[in-house]
């Protein structure tokens, strides 16, 4: 790892995450029926089996029918008829991530509007997140509710990279400002990933297998069902990939060949879930991941190698009482990272890296649902977590040396009370305040209210979101510490204060012939003060200090169109300026373009097609060799198709970057080229 941007200026950044504060130091900011029996809180989730029982109610309905009954729980907190949902809220459901054949979460959230993935490179290296032209740390990124993300990463953004599809169930992206939903870090907006929970009685289980290109072999297998009052789901899954070059052919030393970047993942997943009664369940879920990737932490560098390591655990005890109308849910959960990187000096470099970063989370959470009339849900809840972080080894950079000597943690807690209301058949919405006190911080108040409305004459859905959101310095910002050999040192400043936004949004979706055509627009806005920057004293020394405000704005508009029962196309278009408060400076990284093209064509029962473009312009960024660089813009395409030989068998196929174009994401991270991959998919 990386300690810190006060580093030796001409050493590689291996963590994107540690780049993007790089950045910082040079002025750059990077509704359900009242009175329903849910039977569970606000991370039981039924949405799936909810949409589905919607979807079988209608004759043949289209895929916008179906999108429109959609049910959506983060945007709330409680399950919610998508169409009455005020905030922007995208929904990746399994069937999407089958058919797209989607093998990663950041596969998938290339086709959410608004958002940008950004990659140190191909499979396996650090990917974070820009939404709406926010910071990559500015985004909060749930796994079942549960926060995520890893205390010990120097910026608190999120890192995508290992994080795959096998037992997901969905994916909801809410846009906009929800710390009053959800507190520190959604700023941007949240991103949460719904792991399976199986329904039906009996014992279901499936295999699939996957080879390609680079040398690169899948492998997953699931079992899960249910036996009388128990439930639950098992998913074992690997990947490994010899891997391209990471580095460009620009940066590359004189004489060198280039050197595959080699990735290999383990993951074992698994939930229990127990009806301990006819009003009272328990769930129980873990997961672990394991994985190593080949780093050119300098340009070609063959001996550079990170080992990371998660544990995410989390139980839930979820009731229904007065005939439904009363749900609470008490939450548990712990996060545990560990990140050890090593690097040798060799032919090209004489760096030598010996660091490992730990982190960790624990949390406790109560919520109440409670209709107190067939128009209101209160949702009343109390949050509390510990996070710790800790880091220890040495870079050396040819004698220029640097210890990780951090070690801290701290608390927060907070109160939430939120209304969702549906006032008429038209109108719907919610509208929720929260309490957060960060230890050794002021409290922090924030609130939103989001309406929608629906014109019954012309189908038209009006809608719209306000609030408030905040985001907490992460540790190692407050507490970090990196001494360097030659009397230099980084020192995290305590006395920091939180990151603040207002945001607002306002748009429409109309609906035409049977909803067999949709389009949309939406506006949105929001102004972030008081970010936190890197500054260096005459003596080189850093630490951090806000200064740092950015407002960000723009346009998402879209078009779906369904001409036949089994063929649809959505084409997403955003537009975005993000630009430094103070200088009018536009943000690095952020594309002033994106456009995503979607389809889908099932020309019979056994056979699905699908493919996508994605096309993204005007990203600048940091060049490893200092100052601002403009990316080229570009366009990638991706096809896949299956065809299901039985009921219990099926063969797929998929090509990534069918055009091999050369791009990157990053500035001298070289992004994959073509891909392509088949496979077998057996179920019983």
Request: net charge negative; aromatic share 8%.
């Amino acid at each position: 790892m990386l300690a810190h941007p006060s580093c030796h200026p001409g050493s590689r950044f291996q963590d994107l995450h540690e780049r993007e504060a790089q950045l910082n130091t040079m002025g750059y900011p990077t509704k359900l029926p009242r009175g329903s029996v849910v039977g569970t809180g606000r991370l039981a989730l039924l949405a799936a089996p909810l949409t589905l029982s919607l979807a079988m109610a209608a004759p043949s309905p289209t895929v916008a029918q179906q999108k429109m009954d959609e049910v959506v729980v983060t945007a709330t907190r409680v399950p919610t008829r998508i169409e009455e949902v005020g905030a922007s809220v995208t929904v990746i459901d399994r069937q999407e991530i089958e058919e797209q054949q989607y093998r990663t979460v950041t596969e998938a959230l290339h086709t959410v509007p608004g958002l940008r993935m950004v990659s140190n490179g191909p499979r396996g290296t650090t990917t974070s997140i820009f939404m709406r032209g926010a910071n990559s740390n500015q985004t909060l990124v749930l796994l079942d509710g549960q926060r995520i993300s890893n205390p010990g990463t120097p910026s608190g953004a999120f890192n995508f990279a290992d994080l795959t599809t096998d037992n997901i169930e969905r994916i909801e992206v809410v846009r906009g400002p929800q710390s009053a939903l959800y507190g520190s870090d959604a700023i941007a907006g949240v991103i949460n990933i719904i792991t399976r929970r199986p329904e039906r009685a009996g014992v279901r289980g499936s295999a699939s297998v996957e080879g390609g290109t680079l040398g690169t072999f899948k492998g997953s297998g699931n079992l899960r069902g249910r036996q009388g009052r128990v439930s639950f789901d098992a998913t074992l899954s690997g990947i490994t990939t010899d891997g391209d070059t990471i580095t460009p052919e620009r940066y590359r030393p004189a004489g060198a060949p280039a050197e595959d970047d080699s990735y290999q993942l383990l993951k074992a997943a698994g939930r229990l879930g127990i009806d301990l009664s006819e009003q009272l369940d328990a769930s129980f879920y873990a997961e672990v991941t394991d994985s190593e990737l080949d780093l050119d932490d300098n340009p070609e560098d063959p001996n550079s190698v990170e080992q990371t390591r998660r544990y995410i655990t989390g139980a839930e005890l979820s009731g229904h009482f007065w005939d439904g109308r009363y749900r609470p849910t008490l939450s548990l959960g712990y996060t545990d990272f560990r990140r050890d990187n090593d690097n040798r000096p060799d032919a090209f470099s004489g760096t030598r890296t010996n660091t490992v970063n730990e982190g960790s989370r624990a949390s406790a959470s109560f919520e109440n649902e409670l209709d107190v009339h067939d128009d209101h849900t209160l949702i009343l809840g109390a949050e509390v977590y510990e996070e710790s972080f800790k880091s220890s080894g040495v870079q050396d950079f040819s004698g220029f040396i640097q210890r990780q000597r951090s070690d801290a943690d701290a608390t927060t807690t907070a109160l939430f009370l939120q209304d969702v209301y549906q006032l008429t058949s038209q109108l719907s919405g919610t509208i929720g305040v929260r309490y957060d006190k960060p230890e050794d911080f002021d409290g922090q108040v924030t609130w939103h209210v989001a309406p929608s409305y629906e014109i019954e004459a012309t189908g038209t859905r009006l809608k719209g979101s306000v609030g408030t959101g905040f985001k907490t310095p992460s540790l190692f910002e407050r507490f970090g510490f990196t001494p360097s050999n030659s009397g230099t040192a980084f020192r995290g400043n305590p006395d920091l204060d939180a990151e603040k936004s207002f945001g607002w949004e306002v748009g429409f979706e109309q609906p035409l012939l049977d909803s067999r055509v949709r389009f949309g627009a939406t506006y949105f806005q929001n102004d972030i003060e008081d970010g936190v920057t890197t500054v260096f004293d005459s003596n080189f020394n850093s630490t951090t200090v806000n200064n740092a405000d950015i407002e960000t704005s723009g346009v998402e508009t879209f078009v779906a169109v369904e001409p036949l029962d089994r063929l649809s196309v959505r084409v997403d278009y955003t537009y975005l300026s993000a630009e430094d408060a103070d200088t009018g400076q536009s943000l690095v990284r952020r594309p002033k373009h994106k456009v995503t093209v979607q389809a889908r064509w099932r020309p019979t029962d056994r056979l699905t097609l699908s493919g996508g473009l994605r096309g993204i312009a005007g990203v600048t960024d940091i060049g490893l060799n200092g100052g601002r660089v403009d990316l080229n813009d570009y366009l990638v395409a991706r096809v896949a198709g299956s065809y299901r030989i039985n009921d219990w068998s099926e063969i797929t196929a998929r090509v990534e970057n069918l055009t091999n174009n050369d791009y990157e994401t990053a500035d001298g991270f070289k992004a994959p080229g073509l891909e392509a991959f088949v496979g077998t998919r057996l179920s019983f």
